[in-house]
C-alpha cells in the first residue's frame, strides 16, 4: 500500500475530530467525542482490533497475554503511522530459539502496512531507496545477527532505523546525475519496523525507540500451528478488513491528542502515543488497554533501573555514584575523599579491576563531569581541588537523581571535629590532609 500523495505534505487543512467521525458514520452524536478524543461509538476498527487479537492468541504464545493487545495496535498502527507522527520499533524478544519469534512476524506480514521481511540487511543505501519511493513495514528477522554492532557497516544500518521513527527524517544518498557525475538526495527513512532475535544486543539509543515483547516456546500446546496452506487466505482476508478499518479512522487519529498516564513523557511517549491514538480511535475499551499497556512499560523502566540492568553512559553512572556516595552534612568535598568513597562503592566501574583498566585519578574524574555536565572542580580556602554540593545539585535534579539531605545552603568551609580545615566523612580522619591516615 503506497501512501497517497496527499500524506506526504507537511500540513493538511485541520478538522474537528467530531466531524470527521459523524461524517463516516463511526457515531451518530458529536457530543460523544470528549476532550481527550476518546469515542463512546465506534465503527468497525474496534471489530477487527478484536479479530486480528482473537487470530493472533490462536497461533502466539506471549508470557504475558497483554502483548497480544500489543501486536494487534502495533499491526494496526503501521497503516496510520504516517497521521500518527513517530513510530516506536517493535522487539520480538526471547532466552532461546523455537519461541515463535518467526512465526509472529510472518503474521505481520499478513497484517502490516507494505511488509517486506529481511532476514539480513546488507545495504543502508537500497534501504533508503527502497523507503523513499514509500512507506514499508520492515520486518527483521534474526536481529540479533544481521544488527550485531561488531558485523561491519552495521552502524550504517542502525543509523537509519533510528532516524526513521519520526516522520520527516531523511538520510543523504548520492545517486547519479548527467555527465557521470553525482547529486546528493535527501531521502526519506520513515518507517515501521519489527525486529525479531534471541536477546539481541542492540544499541542504547536503538533500544530506547522499542517496545518490547516477549516470547517464549510453547512446550504446553497452548497455540495452534501457523499451517500458511490452510490459513493463508483467512489471514489475508483479515489484513484486508484491518487496511479498510484504519482507512475509515485516518483523520480521527490524525487530529486526536488522547490523555496519557503520567509519567509518559519524552521518548517514552514518542514510542506510546502512536499506539494511543489507534486504540482511542477504536473506543474506551482498547483506550484503557493502551494505558495498561503504557503503565507497565514506566513501571517495567523502573524496575530496570532498580535492578540497574539499563546500561547507562559511564558520566551518568558516576554522576549517580557521588550522589549515592555524598554526605549530606557535607557542603564541600575533595575529589580525593570523593575518589577513594567512588572506588569503595562501585569497585567494578572505578578500581583497577573495572574495564577500564585503572582506577579513577582527579583528572579523569574532572574530564568525565566537565565533558558530561560542565562541573568544574574548586578550590575550598587551602585545601586540595574539589566539588562544592551546590554546584552539583542542579545537575542531579535534571538528570532525575534525588539529591542527598540538605547542607544549610552555604559553600564556606564546613566544621568538623576531626580536622579544622576539611570535611570529612567520618571523625578523626581526613582524606586530605593526612592521606588517610588517623588524625591524632
Known sequence: MTIPDYFRADTYEPVSSAAYVSSVGLITDPQSVGSTGSVSSVGSISGVLTDVRAWLARFVCVMDDLDLDLLTLWAAHTHLAFETYTTPRLVLDSSMPGSGKTTVLEHLSRLC????????????????????????TILIDEVDRSLDPKKPGVEDL?????????????????????????????????????????APNLPDDTRSRCIRVLLMPDLEGRVESSDWEEIEEEAQELGRRLVEAAEESREFVRTVRPELPEG???????????IKRVATAAGEHWAAIADELIKRDIAEAEMDKEDGINHLPPAVILLKDIRDVWDGS?????????????????????????????ELNSQRLGRM???????????????????????????????GMTPPKETDGTDETAKTDGCPLHPTPKPNLCFTCSNLQEIS
Open 113 to 136: 502496512l507494505s511488509p517486506i521481511q529481511a532476514a539480513s540487511l546488507s545495504s543502508p543505501a537500497l534501504l533508503t531507496r527502497m523507503l523513499n519511493k514509500s512507506m514499508r
Open 369 to 399: 563531569l566537565v565533558t558530561a555536565f560542565k562541573l568544574h572542580s574548586t578550590r575550598q580556602g587551602d585545601s586540595k581541588r574539589g566539588y562544592f554540593r551546590k554546584s552539583l545539585e542542579n545537575v542531579w535534579r535534571r538528570m
Open 264 to 274: 509518559c513523557i519524552g521518548r517514552i511517549k514518542e514510542r506510546w502515543n502512536p
Open 330 to 358: 557535607d557542603a564541600f568535598t575533595p575529589s580525593t575523599v570523593l575518589i577513594h568513597k567512588l572506588i569503595m562503592h562501585n569497585p567494578a566501574m572505578w578500581s583497577e579491576a573495572s574495564n577500564y583498566g585503572k
Open 158 to 198: 542502525i543509523a537509519v532505523l533510528n532516524s526513521g521513527y519520526k516522520r520527516g527524517a531523511t538520510r543523504p544518498v548520492l545517486v547519479p546525475s548527467k555527465g557521470g557525475e553525482w547529486d546528493v538526495s535527501e531521502m526519506s527513512t520513515f518507517s515501521p519496523v519489527a525486529m525479531a532475535g534471541n
